[in-house]
């Protein structure tokens, strides 16, 4: 059987909140999908949760392995080599895709190598917030060249056979560095790579970071209440209405800040002009051209899926 996507979930001490980023990751709208969990010295409360989930889906596969260097990146590469999906997407344990997350990605990398979601976290008090990131511009390809991560693992998407030509493919990273920057840095370095942004939220990402306090019944806790949010059509119609809210205002603030670079002769021109035809630009400037009515249409068209339209 084809296999359309496989989905790499690192994991190493987070254990039972994979029970609900795993279970994002098999309600996908493609269903030809694998699902390879990664091990990095995990303890034995993972490996009771992993059992339970390949015995229920026989797509789920687990990778046992020690504690590797740094977040084990060895481990990921090695899995890699046994996968058999079409493109490789990523899913941190502690976050969730939408349903329509692969469908999205697939798409995407139809005419691309690298390819990946809107960038959306959400905060302990539900919060909504994230990066603005257009690999169809240098600036933005740069930034993350010099180390400024705009892509969180869970957002990222390649195809296989890319990855198979990398030089070298996941890798211990050097100290200091995120290892999910350190790989989209490789990827954006080849010569001649065609990197792709989306624009629909399909990633519900929940930074660790931000909930180095909480335990982990509590992190579960707040899975298991945005699973069943994101699971029901209404709920879903609102957090995609407060996306688009986000990206028009992160775009009007990244448009004002170059504007006063721009007055101050800190950039050239033609870099504002590069930054104000960005997709995320126009869509700002869409939504101020939307009469207060007519909006909600617009975002439930704009947001629509492949199988919606």
Same mark, same amino acid.
């Given at each position: 059987?084809? @296999?359309?996507?496989?989905?790499?979930?690192?994991?190493?001490?987070?254990?039972?909140?994979?029970?609900?980023?795993?279970? +994002?990751?098999?309600?996908? *709208?493609?269903?030809?999908?694998?699902? #390879?969990?990664?091990?990095?010295?995990?303890?034995?409360?993972?490996?009771?949760?992993?059992?339970?989930? *390949?015995?229920?889906?026989?797509?789920?596969?687990?990778?046992? /392995?020690?504690?590797?260097?740094?977040?084990?990146?060895?481990?990921?590469? &090695?899995?890699?080599?046994?996968?058999?999906?079409?493109?490789?997407?990523?899913?941190?344990?502690?976050? #969730?895709?939408?349903?329509?997350? @692969?469908?999205?990605?697939?798409?995407?990398?139809? /005419?691309?190598?690298?390819?990946?979601?809107?960038?959306?976290?959400?905060?302990?008090?539900? *919060?909504?917030?994230?990066?603005?990131?257009?690999?169809?511009?240098?600036?933005?390809?740069?930034?993350?060249? +010099?180390?400024? /991560?705009?892509?969180?693992? +869970?957002?990222?998407?390649?195809?296989?056979?890319?990855?198979?030509?990398?030089?070298?493919?996941?890798?211990?990273?050097?100290?200091?560095?995120?290892?999910?920057?350190?790989?989209?840095?490789?990827?954006?370095?080849?010569?001649?790579?065609?990197?792709?942004?989306?624009?629909?939220?399909?990633?519900?990402?929940?930074?660790?970071?931000?909930?180095?306090?909480?335990?982990?019944?509590?992190?579960? &806790?707040?899975?298991? $209440?945005?699973?069943?949010?994101?699971?029901?059509?209404?709920?879903?119609? $609102?957090?995609?209405?407060?996306?688009?809210?986000?990206?028009?205002?992160?775009?009007?603030?990244?448009?004002?800040?170059?504007?006063?670079? &721009?007055?101050?002769?800190?950039?050239?021109?033609?870099?504002?002009?590069?930054?104000?035809?960005?997709?995320? %630009?126009?869509?700002?400037?869409?939504?101020? +051209? %939307?009469?207060?009515?007519?909006?909600? $249409?617009?975002?439930?068209?704009?947001?629509?899926?492949? &199988?919606?339209?």
């Amino acid at each position: 059987m084809t @296999v359309r996507a496989t989905i790499l979930i690192p994991t190493h001490d987070h254990g039972p909140t994979l029970r609900h980023s795993v279970a +994002s990751a098999l309600n996908q *709208s493609v269903s030809s999908i694998e699902v #390879l969990i990664v091990g990095d010295g995990a303890p034995d409360i993972t490996r009771q949760v992993v059992a339970e989930l *390949s015995a229920a889906d026989d797509r789920v596969r687990y990778f046992d /392995n020690p504690k590797g260097p740094r977040h084990g990146e060895i481990h990921r590469h &090695a899995a890699l080599a046994e996968a058999r999906g079409e493109i490789v997407c990523y899913l941190s344990d502690d976050d #969730l895709y939408l349903p329509d997350h @692969v469908e999205v990605m697939l798409a995407a990398l139809d /005419n691309a190598d690298f390819a990946h979601a809107l960038p959306i976290r959400i905060a302990p008090d539900d *919060s909504v917030s994230g990066w603005i990131c257009d690999l169809s511009l240098p600036f933005h390809i740069d930034l993350i060249r +010099s180390g400024r /991560n705009r892509i969180p693992l +869970s957002c990222g998407a390649h195809r296989q056979d890319f990855y198979r030509a990398l030089p070298h493919g996941w890798r211990t990273t050097p100290k200091g560095v995120a290892t999910d920057l350190h790989m989209w840095q490789q990827i954006l370095g080849q010569p001649g790579v065609r990197a792709a942004s989306t624009f629909r939220p399909t990633v519900a990402h929940f930074p660790s970071p931000l909930r180095h306090d909480m335990s982990i019944d509590e992190r579960c &806790a707040e899975l298991a $209440r945005w699973s069943v949010c994101l699971e029901s059509p209404e709920e879903l119609r $609102r957090w995609r209405e407060r996306i688009i809210a986000h990206v028009a205002r992160e775009s009007a603030d990244l448009e004002r800040r170059y504007i006063e670079a &721009a007055a101050n002769r800190d950039i050239h021109k033609q870099r504002y002009d590069e930054i104000s035809g960005s997709v995320a %630009i126009r869509l700002r400037d869409r939504v101020r +051209s %939307i009469p207060g009515r007519s909006l909600l $249409r617009w975002v439930a068209r704009a947001l629509a899926g492949p &199988a919606e339209r």
